[in-house]
């Protein structure tokens, strides 16, 4: 049996069963349609996973391309782009990988910047993203940023609990959850980390367990501005929480988003 063939199969069914949100890619469109006075854009989505968000897009007129390293996730969003002319999507790993040039808006979304696979430092990885949207568009093209912002991270990714997620069965009859065993936070590194392990049994009753271990940096918000202005973005509208709301600063409590529209200058 291929088990990381069946890992990654159970997991990208399972993902997409759980997250299916769409207040996030109605808020992107509408921010789209209000900043370019409704014209199509040219636009790239990084780690478009299973086409939740650039479908859409490419479904509201505008031209998309999207890329994601993961295969079985790039799988799912072949199949809801078809008959749609406006858009393509291929395999690439957004880290290592040139993003092309030329595009009029770069799209961040779904919280990538807490969601990068790497094995470099994470700060530089973040860092890394935003210096590669700027090289990725045209000289005035826009780039829409959203990410976790939170008044105290540590009531947030600090969970001494345990638990599971993502409980299901995939198309293939691949039974599955992902049992988590807590995070840490620690307020100085800003770096979250925390271990699980993934107990799956396939269709003929073999168990798998894969464990995995995993960490992430969470940016404060002058960081990300400081990130914005370094790869020479200027910032034209924040929002909280994906609310018309400005996104003051210091940050209000009640902040769990923010969201950045930004011009590359």
Not at 75 to 81: D, I, P, T
Not at 120 to 141: E, H, N, P, S, V
Not at 175 to 192: D, R
């Amino acid at each position: 049996m291929n088990r990381d063939f069946i890992a990654k199969h159970w997991y990208a069914s399972v993902y997409e069963q759980f997250e299916n949100q769409t207040h996030d890619v109605e808020f992107l469109l509408k921010v789209l349609r209000e900043q370019t006075d409704g014209k199509p854009q040219n636009i790239l989505e990084v780690a478009c996973g299973g086409g939740r968000i650039c479908v859409p897009l490419a479904q509201a007129g505008h031209t998309v391309t999207g890329f994601d390293a993961d295969e079985q996730m790039l799988l799912r969003c072949y199949r809801r782009m078809r008959g749609l002319k406006n858009i393509r999507c291929y395999q690439a790993d957004a880290v290592s990988e040139d993003w092309g040039s030329g595009f009029d808006v770069v799209v961040l979304a779904g919280n990538i910047l807490i969601n990068i696979q790497t094995e470099t430092a994470y700060q530089d990885a973040q860092r890394l993203f935003i210096a590669k949207a700027a090289k990725a568009l045209r000289t005035g093209g826009h780039l829409y940023l959203d990410f976790d912002l939170h008044y105290d991270p540590s009531a947030v990714f600090h969970d001494a609990g345990e638990g599971s997620f993502f409980e299901g069965t995939d198309e293939l009859g691949t039974y599955g959850k992902i049992v988590f065993y807590g995070s840490v936070y620690n307020p100085v590194t800003q770096i979250c980390a925390g271990v699980n392990h993934w107990e799956l049994t396939a269709n003929n009753g073999e168990k798998l367990i894969i464990p995995n271990r995993w960490y992430k940096h969470i940016p404060t918000q002058q960081q990300v501005y400081d990130w914005l202005a370094e790869a020479g973005f200027s910032i034209e509208r924040t929002y909280l929480n994906f609310t018309d709301k400005p996104l003051p600063v210091p940050i209000p409590k009640e902040t769990y988003r923010a969201t950045i529209w930004a011009r590359k200058d």
